[in-house]
């Protein structure tokens, strides 16, 4: 039986629309950096395709040691501009995001794991720049998230609940260059209608 993060860690995966505070462990990524309007750049577009290459070339070369779900698509978004004042504020220009997209892997992904499937990968496409992929950990420790379900034009609305939640249980949302406004994509949006996106919106959190 492969193993479905989206089911073991269910509170990490699956949240009600009501937003809720969790402690996110440290988990092992694939990570790309990259700027710009992720509907119209082609840097954004490559990033995925080296994501998912190493995730499937890692999965299937390592059936002997777990059978697991590839995990979804993940990003971590900040904006360069210095008139940004977040607290879910729409983003108008969108050509100023900086993100990190990731995809989680297995605990057993290790620096030789990772070089391996970036020289298979490389090999069987090679106009793929896998050198932008780097393997990282990252705690992300408190957090107050929810299920966004809508495009994601919408979520400002959905992030300032966000907000009320946190102050309401004892904290206040510490977004930063380090700890960012985190997305989990459940949906496919090249499949499912705007209105019916599913997106986990994670946000940092500390105490007042």
Same mark, same amino acid.
């Given at each position: *039986? ?9 509170? %990490? ?13 440290? *988990?092992?990524?694939?990570?790309? @950096? &990259? ?6 750049? #082609?840097?954004?577009?490559? #990033? ?17 040691? %777990? ?9 971590? !978004?900040?904006?360069?501009? #210095?008139?940004?004042?977040? &607290? &879910? ?9 900086? !993100? ?10 290790? @620096? ?8 298979? %990968?490389?090999?069987?496409? +090679? ?6 992929? $780097? ?5 992300? &420790?408190?957090?107050?998230?929810? *299920? ?8 400002? #609305? ?39 996106? +599913?997106?986990?919106? $994670?946000?940092?959190?500390? $105490?007042?």
């Amino acid at each position: *039986m492969s193993v479905d993060f989206k089911k073991v860690q269910r509170e %990490l995966y699956q949240p009600g629309v009501e937003p809720v505070v969790v402690d996110v462990p440290e *988990m092992t990524f694939i990570a790309v @950096d &990259g700027v710009g309007d992720p509907n119209v750049s #082609a840097d954004y577009m490559a #990033a995925i395709e080296v994501l998912y290459g190493l995730s499937y070339a890692i999965k299937m070369s390592n059936k002997h040691i %777990l059978e697991y779900v590839v995990p979804p698509l993940e990003g971590f !978004w900040s904006v360069d501009d #210095a008139t940004f004042r977040g &607290g &879910g504020e729409a983003i108008r220009d969108k050509s100023k995001f900086e !993100w990190t997209m990731v995809i989680r892997q297995p605990d057993f992904v290790c @620096d030789e794991v990772f070089a391996a499937a970036r020289d298979l %990968l490389a090999k069987k496409k +090679r106009q793929l720049d896998t050198s932008q992929a $780097r393997l990282i950990t990252l705690t992300e &420790g408190l957090c107050v998230q929810v *299920m966004h379900i809508g495009p994601y034009d919408s979520e400002p #609305a959905t992030i300032a609940r966000m907000d009320s939640c946190a102050i309401a249980e004892g904290y206040t949302t510490c977004i930063s260059n380090k700890r960012c406004h985190h997305e989990i994509y459940l949906s496919d949006p090249r499949r499912v209608a705007p209105e019916k996106l +599913r997106t986990v919106i $994670r946000h940092p959190i500390k $105490r007042t």
